[in-house]
């Protein structure tokens, strides 16, 4: 903190405060003016960068000292460690297509790894399964769509892998759906393991199963949990605002970042947070639905209502999109079904209520974002209407 109040621009303008008087900062803010963010007399242009995928709708370049990048490399080897896989082994990275380049399959193909950017064909999910029976031991790791995308097409095209070819895998960026928790014992022998993190920051933390909560990377990051409306700490166990300060990178200092991820601590027998443990993600802040009526706003949780939806196994892949206050329509891949239209309007009238009209559209598939994850929710309401509901609610 001393570092960035006296050498970079923007926290130096913030004046003499204690860590907790420092402004909560955001993507959108440092979008708006790199400069004021990186250290004096850094260049960017000789720094190691790494750019989001914009699946926020605002994608932001981050920077990092060698220092930094070496940490972060440590970091990678006692996660895998922490997760009983090598670091230093075999890796199947499951990355969106447009990651997905010659170049990149060569780049990986020549540090022995294999890359698989969703291909469903036959001839694609084989080619997969036979470089995992040549190289034993291998970690599959990517987004959760992708790695439901190379499962599926394992069980479709009645493939087995080898005893002992895999050794862990790794969901990453996006919720994991109850088919690929089931899936992966089943296909690999292992369960399903997460990993929370953000390509501005880093590794923020793993878990070693479905409902097992995550293990923050404390000696790294200082994790704070703020309420939705509010810059204070939310309270023990309650669902908050995930902020985090990056305590290495000196190059473009990350204080009191707003992730805009959501999220509660575990808690102790005492009922006190425990800060090295994130008891469960609740999604992104933009994922909230906008519930009761245009006079009475409040605010759902989209979370809540996904994880319900995604046990209802007549349903392959689902999208909510909300078109106004009280107006939805559901885009359902699965047997048109009266019974599952029922079960989710009265899901919808749990969690949400005062739903005014609700559409049903049914397709062969649901495609995956440019990003490679699956988009389960889309407001269709226009920002200034979102905010004054969310202001209110």
Known sequence: MQFATTNVPFYRRSGDRSF???????????????????????????????????SSGIPLKSYFDKDRIARHRAELVAGYRFLG?????????????FQATRRERLSYALRGQHLYSGEQDESSIRSVARWLGRHRGTTIIGL???????????QAHEISLPPGSVDAVLGVGEPAPSYLVA?????????????????????????????RPYHLDTSTFHIEILGQDHDRAAGPGEVGRIVVTDLFN??????????????????????????????????????NLIGGTAQAPTRASFFKLFMQVDDIHEIRQFQLR??????????????????????????????IGDIVDC??????????????KSRYFISEMNSTESSSAAATG
Not at 144 to 154: A, I, K, M, T, Y
Not at 185 to 210: H, I
Not at 270 to 277: C, L, N, Y
Not at 323 to 329: E, Y
Request: proline share 6%.
């Open 359 to 372: 559409d049903f559209e049914y397709v062969p598939g649901i495609p995956l974002s440019r990003s490679g």
């Open 322 to 351: 909300q078109r106004a206050i009280g107006h939805f329509t559901w885009t359902l891949h699965a047997e048109r079904s009266s019974a599952v239209e029922e079960r989710l309007l009265h899901l919808m009238d749990v969690e």
């Open 183 to 211: 899936a992966t014992p089943e296909l690999t022998g292992v369960e399903l393991a997460m990993r929370y993190s953000s390509t501005e920051l880093g590794l923020l933390g793993f878990a070693t199963g479905q409902g």
């Open 250 to 287: 000196r190059a473009m200092p990350f204080l009191r970042y707003d992730t805009g991820d959501l999220g509660r601590f575990a808690v102790d027998e005492r009922g006190e947070h425990i800060p090295d443990k994130l008891a469960e993600l609740h999604g992104r802040r933009s994922d």
């Open 144 to 154: 959760c769509s992708l790695v439901e995308n190379l499962f599926r097409g394992l």
């Open 85 to 97: 896989a090598d670091p230093f082994g075999t890796f199947v990275h499951c990355r969106p297509w």
């Open 20 to 54: 907790a008087g420092l402004p909560i900062v955001d993507k959108t803010m440092m979008v708006a003016d790199p400069p004021s963010f990186f250290a004096d007399g850094v260049r960017p242009d000789k720094l190691a960068s790494r750019l989001s995928s914009g």
